[in-house]
């Protein structure tokens, strides 16, 4: 008779997380680029605004499969979702790169890794006083927290004279790549 079907919803957006989606076991921050030198060349003169437009956090699958980085977001310190990036999935031993204005970092760095760059989390920046990173997986479990600063137990060169805060490498599991 055609009661309670003039009433319409919203349309609902669903996100699938198939195979294995990254996690605290395979997914790491391995650098933070918080306090980059300012633009010197000619190149990021033109491309930055200010030194905060070369920052940049690298993450790195330690695992041995590939990993989905739908859903992946941070919560904490900037604002960025993998969902619809343009990196979505992560090879075994592949980096990925959230930067905060790509024609910068292209600038500086070059575009070898311009592949690997998920997408820019401006309008925000990383404060050089340091800040609380938290990064979550599909689920909302937690990937990483903490908070960086330029003060022990993180390296003092740190965010001084263009120095980013890496990852010690020999804290990580060898993966098997059979």
Do not use: C, Q
Not at 13 to 42: K, M, N, Q, R, W
Not at 90 to 118: C, M, Q, W
């Amino acid at each position: 008779d055609g009661r309670g079907l003039t009433a319409w919803s919203g349309p609902v957006t669903s996100h699938f997380l198939v195979g294995p989606i990254a996690d605290a076991s395979s997914l790491v921050i391995t650098e933070v680029h918080y306090a980059p030198l300012p633009p010197e060349t000619p190149e990021e003169l033109a491309a930055a605004n200010d030194a905060s437009d070369l920052e940049f956090i690298e993450m790195k699958n330690i695992s041995n499969e590939s990993i989905d980085l739908t859903a992946v977001k941070f919560t904490e310190g900037l604002d960025f979702d993998f969902t619809f990036s343009d990196v979505t999935s992560l090879g075994p031993g592949e980096f990925v790169l959230v930067v905060r204005n790509k024609t910068a970092f292209e600038a500086r760095y070059g575009t070898d890794h311009s592949d690997r760059i998920a997408g820019e989390y401006a309008p925000t920046r990383l404060e050089n006083a340091g800040e609380r990173l938290h990064l979550v997986d599909g689920l909302g479990n937690t990937i990483a927290d903490f908070r960086y600063n330029d003060r022990t137990p993180w390296p003092e060169a740190a965010g001084r004279e263009g120095v980013s805060m890496v990852l010690d490498s020999s804290a990580l599991p060898e993966p098997d790549y059979d």
